[in-house]
T-cell receptor, first 113, second 114 residues
Framework: KNQVEQSPQSLIILEGKNCTLQCNYTVSPFSNLRWYKQDTGRGPVSLTIMTFSENTKSNGRYTATLDADTKQSSLHITASQLSDSASYICVVSAKGGSYIPTFGRGTSLIVHP | KAGVTQTPRYLIKTRGQQVTLSCSPISGHRSVSWYQQTPGQGLQFLFEYFSETQRNKGNFPGRFSGRQFSNSRSEMNVSTLELGDSALYLC?????????????FGPGTRLTVL
């Protein structure tokens, strides 16, 4: 069964600090992995999309890494800001067959001043 | 460019009724996907439409249906509403494929079933 597990479930950090969120998946065959940021009461916003051959992808202060061998991804946030407070969701899509993306439950990040 | 718009933003219905939600994609985008988000299950894929055809469908009962018009606007319909259908319904548009292209989400429609 395709699954995506995210950790930690929630995280509290101080403004200016760095943090790393984890995503482990069992989706196969792998097509791509996405990270989304979702503010409370709003739709998700795409941060990165990575395919099998990509190890690292950056979007401003957000850097995603992918290890397709161990089926793990991480999202690193540098110099956090109050506006980074949100839920971060990992989504993995399989290749071929019917397209049904598998979502993680998300990591809730709170950045305190 | 205008973003993805969804109407209505909030909706209250009673059990047994049916509901239709609307989604207008970003201009030029031909793929529209629908998702359900609940505190218990998180985000789940409902279906994807491309060129007025349902291209993919998630694991939801037949009470959930949708369609896409020639201008790429999409509607989803839920018949015989159940309490468990209370959720945030999100639509997302992409250029050609929800599987490979960047998806842009709308603000969602918050459905409450009483």
């Amino acid at each position: 069964k395709n699954q995506v597990e995210q950790s930690p479930q929630s995280l509290i950090i101080l403004e200016g600090k760095n943090c790393t969120l984890q995503c482990n998946y069992t989706v196969s065959p792998f097509s791509n992995l996405r990270w989304y940021k979702q503010d409370t009461g709003r739709g998700p916003v795409s941060l990165t999309i990575m395919t099998f051959s990509e190890n690292t992808k950056s979007n401003g202060r957000y850097t995603a890494t992918l290890d397709a061998d161990t089926k793990q991804s991480s999202l690193h946030i540098t110099a956090s800001q109050l506006s980074d407070s949100a839920s971060y969701i990992c989504v993995v899509s399989a290749k071929g067959g019917s397209y049904i993306p598998t979502f993680g439950r998300g990591t809730s990040l709170i950045v305190h001043p | 460019k205008a973003g993805v718009t969804q109407t209505p933003r909030y909706l209250i219905k009673t059990r047994g009724q049916q509901v239709t939600l609307s989604c207008s994609p970003i201009s030029g985008h031909r793929s529209v996907s629908w998702y359900q988000q609940t505190p218990g299950q998180g985000l789940q894929f409902l279906f994807e439409y491309f060129s007025e055809t349902q291209r993919n469908k998630g694991n939801f009962p037949g009470r959930f249906s949708g369609r896409q018009f020639s201008n790429s606007r999409s509607e989803m319909n839920v018949s015989t509403l159940e309490l468990g259908d209370s959720a945030l319904y999100l639509c997302a548009s992409s250029l050609e494929s929800g599987r490979t292209d960047t998806q842009y989400f709308g603000p969602g429609t918050r459905l409450t079933v009483l």
